[in-house]
């Protein structure tokens, strides 16, 4: 469904005015053009599963960009006669997305090229052409990064991507999918979620759920603190309030089992080979990480499984990813360690299973293992010679379950860590949606 080019120039004409004489934020003038070509276009944002054609043809950057445009729509047109089903899409699609100064200035741009040449069909291509360059830029450089790798690619999925993933969005889901197929050949790329938790990370796990619940109880406080504002007539928030509310919904967005399974179904259905392990994803990986394959994942404790060789750790940029590529070989030769001693460099110098000697971090292992291989030749032999050298034992740090996964790849049995229910998280999330829909509602109803 479409409409014709001179009613989308008239349109964009008529709403600019709309907007600027009711003197929008600068941001929200600005982005009034590219708001009405969006509307008029088939709404092509995946709002369920279900209800996409072709999810794949949009990248992560240009999902956001039609969630930006359709959030400020809202704003728009919500006391104003409006096409039907574009109230109804906006109201349905609950606005998720936050404002993203990036966007903001290149649609600043656009309008200053719009306000010079009011042939809006070409200049919508040229800015979107733009857009698409800036934003696609850093996914381009790690794509370039990858392409030149030969091998099998392992993917801890969670522990790479996790940033893409919220459980109040949808279409995030949609947006990993568009990422993955840009950055890895399908042909020979294996993902692996977590599986369920172990004894051996049952401490971490539960340190983890009472950070997630101390994060959702500051949630909770900051969404009655929005309620309250919003009650008082108060129509506008701090931008380090939005800022603190992304935080806090990342940081109590526990992943559970039926998550992972929806996940599961999900990239199957797109063409990915999946695996949930039985504990561990990086376990898992270490486990089966071949010579010749890559394994991509951000934490650095993957390096020391023995069969790793060749890391990529993926760092989340404005609009991609880029990626540190970390040799086995590289890393041997600069700290002068021999292969055998790296997983114990690992086991020795915390991680999520045991803590550190006090005063033994990365840097004096490194010296002190580099003293004691040249008297073993295994990593259990410089590991006992490690205990002994630094007192381990008298004092009451074992680093016996830190050995059993890096070197048996072995986590124990399955424990159960309670978790909160993930309603609780959503619910708090739609008070926070309503409250930021209402204060928007009252900014507008508040200008002549």
Request: one cysteine or more; aromatic letters at 8%; proline letters at 4%.
């Amino acid at each position: 469904m479409g409409w014709a080019p001179s009613y989308e120039e008239y349109a964009v004409e008529s709403y600019t005015g709309i907007v600027v004489s009711h003197y929008h934020d600068e941001d929200e003038a600005s982005l009034a053009p590219l708001v009405v070509l969006n509307m008029m276009r088939p709404v092509v944002v995946p709002f369920t599963s279900d209800d996409v054609t072709s999810p794949t043809e949009l990248s992560p950057t240009e999902v956001e960009f039609r969630l930006e445009a359709l959030e400020l729509a809202w704003c728009i047109f919500m006391n104003r006669a409006g096409p039907e089903h574009l109230v109804y899409r906006i109201f349905y699609l609950k606005m998720r997305a936050q404002r993203n100064e990036f966007i903001a200035e290149a649609c600043s741009r656009f309008l200053q090229q719009r306000q010079e040449n009011h042939s809006i069909k070409g200049q919508s291509e040229e800015v979107e052409e733009h857009l698409k360059n800036d934003m696609e830029w850093d996914i381009d450089a790690a794509r370039e990064a990858l392409s030149g790798l030969q091998g099998r690619f392992l993917v801890d999925l969670l522990g790479s991507f996790f940033r893409v993933l919220k459980r109040d969005d949808s279409i995030s889901h949609w947006s990993l999918i568009s990422v993955l197929k840009e950055l890895l050949p399908m042909d020979r790329t294996v993902v692996v979620l977590d599986g369920v938790a172990r004894e051996a990370k049952f401490e971490t796990s539960c340190k983890r759920r009472d950070i997630s619940r101390h994060s959702l109880d500051k949630l909770d406080r900051a969404a009655t603190k929005l309620e309250q504002a919003v009650a008082g007539g108060r129509y506008r928030m701090p931008h380090a309030f939005w800022q603190r509310i992304d935080r806090l919904k990342s940081s109590c967005n526990n992943v559970t089992m039926e998550d992972k399974q929806d996940l599961e179904k999900l990239l199957t259905k797109a063409g990915f080979e999946i695996i949930i392990a039985e504990g561990e994803a990086d376990v898992y990986i270490g486990a089966h990480a071949l010579a010749q394959g890559i394994i991509i994942s951000a934490d650095s404790d993957m390096a020391f499984y023995e069969g790793v060789q060749t890391l990529a750790m993926p760092k989340f940029t404005r609009g991609g990813y880029i990626f540190q590529l970390v040799k086995k070989q590289q890393v041997l030769e600069r700290l002068g360690l021999e292969p055998f001693a790296l997983p114990v460099l690992g086991i020795v110098s915390g991680n999520d299973y045991v803590p550190n000697v006090p005063g033994l971090a990365i840097r004096r292992n490194v010296e002190l293992l580099k003293q004691l291989q040249t008297h073993q030749r295994t990593s259990k032999e410089l590991l006992d010679a490690y205990v002994i050298a630094t007192d381990a034992d008298s004092l009451g740090y074992d680093f016996t379950s830190a050995y059993n996964v890096f070197l048996e790849f072995n986590e124990g049995h399955n424990v159960n860590v309670d978790v909160d229910d993930p309603m609780d998280r959503l619910d708090i999330i739609e008070r926070i949606d309503r409250a930021r829909e209402q204060m928007y509602i009252t900014r507008h109803q508040r200008q002549p």
